[in-house]
Nanobody
Framework: QVQLVESGGGLVQAGGSLRLSCAAS????????MGWFRQAPGKEREFVAT????????WYAGSVKGRFTISRDNGKNTANLQMNSLKPEDTAVYSC?????????????????WGQGTQVTVSS
C-alpha cells in the first residue's frame, strides 16, 4: 500500500509558476514509476508527466512540454512538478499517482495508487 499526499496548489496569474509536491509513504517508493495527471471540470483525467523509478526517464504531455518539469527525490519519498509559464487552460485538479509497473506509463489505468489531488487555478 502507498499513500500519496499532494501539496502546492493554489491561484496564480497567467505566466506565473507553481511547484507541486507529492509525499509518499508506505511501500518502497523508490521502486515505482510516478506520474502527474490533471482533471478539469467536465473533462476526463489527462496525463501530464511521468518519471521512472531512477529519475532518468521522463515523459510529458505535448501541452506542457517545455513548461513543466517532473522530478523525484527517492531519499525523501517525494515527487515534484515544477510548472512555469502557466496558462488558464492549465486550471485543473492535479493528482500524483504511483504505478508498480516499470518504465514510462501514460494511461491512468496503469497506475495503482492515487493522491487526493490539489487545485491549480490560473487566472487570465
Amino acid at each position: 500500500q502507498v499513500q500519496l499526499v499532494e501539496s502546492g496548489g493554489g491561484l496564480v496569474q497567467a505566466g506565473g509558476s507553481l511547484r507541486l509536491s507529492c509525499a509518499a509513504s508506505g511501500r518502497t517508493f523508490s521502486r515505482y514509476t510516478m506520474g502527474w495527471f490533471r482533471q478539469a471540470p467536465g473533462k476526463e483525467r489527462e496525463f501530464v508527466a511521468t518519471i521512472n523509478w531512477s529519475g532518468v526517464n521522463t515523459w510529458y504531455a505535448g501541452s506542457v512540454k517545455g513548461r513543466f518539469t517532473i522530478s523525484r527525490d527517492n531519499g525523501k519519498n517525494t515527487a515534484n512538478l515544477q510548472m512555469n509559464s502557466l496558462k488558464p487552460e492549465d486550471t485543473a485538479v492535479y493528482s500524483c499517482a504511483v504505478s508498480v509497473q516499470e518504465g514510462i506509463r501514460l494511461s491512468p489505468t496503469e497506475y495503482d495508487y492515487w493522491g487526493q489531488g490539489t487545485q491549480v487555478t490560473v487566472s487570465s
